[in-house]
């Protein structure tokens, strides 16, 4: 049986933050009561990711552009809809529920990163925020750092269960394709 013709979709740069990016939150997940040290640096790993991946999609290869998969939510909601009919197009990228996923998962870590860099601040006197006094608002932060770890922890099984879903409908391993950067390109 022949191979189907692939086609580079993902660059070793955004293969390389997605796995990084996996695996530093569940650093910062795991080492959150245990190791605060270690917590702190997958924080800090997770906010520069953030800011490298915000930056390559602006300036990337077309299908890193967030202009290749950014749409509007009538277009998310109608995709989802023929998802859920079981009548999805196949993109080559990033499709609209996809694509809104990467913005809130990116929305989401900066949220966590940003209040986590916060709260060091108001907690330990230390980090870039120190000098901001930041101790009065110590609660306000520790919930918000809180509530949008939580909101991480319900998207991204949603994004597993996306990937699947589409590896399913489409007969097209996604996660293999965020290893090798391949896709079939029909």
């Known amino acids: ?27 910062a997940w795991y080492t959150q009561e ?35 998969f950014v749409t509007g939510p009538r277009k998310v909601l109608d995709y989802t809809k023929s998802l859920l009919r079981q009548q999805a197009s196949r993109h080559l990228g990033h499709n609209p529920a996809g694509g809104m996923m990467v913005l809130l998962l990116l929305l989401g870590l900066l949220v966590v990163t940003i209040s986590g ?4 601040g108001a907690e330990n006197w230390s980090g870039p925020l120190a000098e901001m006094e930041l101790y009065r608002h110590k609660q306000s932060i520790l919930d ?4 949008s770890t939580n909101a991480l ?13 589409a590896s399913i409908a489409h007969r097209e391993n996604l996660i293999k394709a965020m290893i090798s950067g391949n896709k079939r390109s029909s």
């Open 1 to 27: 049986m022949n191979q189907p013709d692939m086609i580079r979709v993902w660059d070793p740069l955004v293969r390389i933050f997605h796995w990084l990016l996996a695996a530093s939150f569940a650093v």
């Open 34 to 68: 245990a190791n605060y040290e270690l917590h702190l640096q997958a924080g800090y790993t997770i906010i520069g990711l953030v800011c490298f991946r915000t930056l390559w999609g602006l300036i990337g290869p077309t299908h890193a552009r967030f202009a290749d």
């Open 117 to 120: 860099i916060a709260l060091d």
């Open 144 to 147: 918000i750092h809180v509530w």
């Open 153 to 165: 922890l319900i998207l991204i099984p949603l994004h597993i269960l996306g990937v699947v879903h």
